[in-house]
């Protein structure tokens, strides 16, 4: 049962609350996210571009690490301290971690790193799994308040980069050398906003993701704290020495692991929701492949931002490569209010499509976006090798409507379709398809760029690759999503 929510703009007050928390931690992670590799080459490799493959691999671990600790964040909100104490563990912990980073010592930047993971997992899918108990069972308004939601991720991812991106720039001695310090400074610091906007405006949840009564004893905050130290240096283990193969397997193996789980005390609470577990498991899979592609962003795409696009504006002057970066988020923050109004049109008309037709959506938007690249590479190239600008935007305005239709509808189904035990372990699970995903992504962009660096025809085939994946991907789940929707038992 929820509690009787005071409404603001039609959502139950606390919404902006989390709203607001998550922003700020967004802003945290992105803030500095951009500027890990370029740091690891100029402070530990003196700028020489050999340090470019471990700062490459180090970054894509990181990221698939700190996407896979939110299972073991989910499990500790779900069995030991409960969500808001998870949240405000986490938030403590990552600031720590964002404020190690600083220091000048690559074995401390690794383990202030491997803090940011743990801490992040103790975050990110709990403060999830909150939204979706601020709504009843079946209430309408559940998908909208995560695209909202998910909103205020976009809106923190927005903002930081562009602020860091100054402060990096601006307070600088030399030219080419940037202050990167103060990135990780400011980072550190919107974390603590995080952490103060939780901590006072807690009290709306009204009681909502308190720990359990057998959890309540303080204590178990101390423990979970033991568990995060002696975590650290296992996750630095991992980050520092399994390359992206072994890492794949060990994500794999803790993925199976979590389909075990999720089973288990799904067969327990009889045939319905076994059946919701077994849909919700399919949906991570396809999930899997989404963000595999989409992930290209921060790799392939760049590339190609740097070499193969024209960057060439008005009296020669070239714009940044990092400028791209800011499309998707741009793009999600003005879509996300019409494409949340045009679910709230289709629901009165009885006409909104179900979950996993949603999902096909979202995939075949990814799909469609590499057919603007195919159709680029093949016919735009001008005579210096180059392609103009505007399909690579497109590219991220197409693969935003997509993520649209996918990423706020994959949370809200979690906290819908998730055993009640387990939310928070199943919310950890869809943060673990997209950190496969991510780590998939990078080991297939190395194959496009294979030893040579990407040229118009490797990009081109992988690309054409990236397309039919995902097209037959979407077609598959658009034609199979009555029987999915079958498994939901009800659950729209
Ligand atoms: N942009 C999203 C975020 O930062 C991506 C996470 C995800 O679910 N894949 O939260």
Redo the contacts with the bound molecule.
Sequence with gaps: TVPDYPQTLGHPRPLWMLFMTEFWE?FAFYGMRWALTLYIVAEFFGGSPTGQAFASRTYGAYLALVYAAAVFGGYVADKVIGYQRSILVGAVVMSAGLFMIMLPNQDIFLLGLSTVIVGNGLFKPNISSMVGQLYGVGDPRRDRGFTLFYMG??AG?LVSPLLTGWLASYFTDTPVQQNYKLVFLASGLGMLVSLVWFWIGRRQLKGVGRPLPDQANRMRVVYVLIGCVIAIPLVYLVMAKAGAVVLQWLLSILFVGLCVMLMIDGVREGKVQRDRVIAMLVIFVFNVLF?MFYEQAGSSFNFLAENIVDRKMFGGWEFPVGWFQSVAPLALVLLAPPMSMLWGWLDKRRLEPSIPRKFGFGLLGNAVAFVVLMYALSSLVDAQGLIPFWPLVLVYVLQTVGELCL?PIGLSMVTKLAPGRLVGLAMGGW?LS?GIGNNLSGIFAGHVSGTTGMTVASALSGFTFSFWLLGVAAVILLLVAPLINRLMHGVK
């Design positions: 967004r991720i976009n991812a963000w990423s943060f997209t």
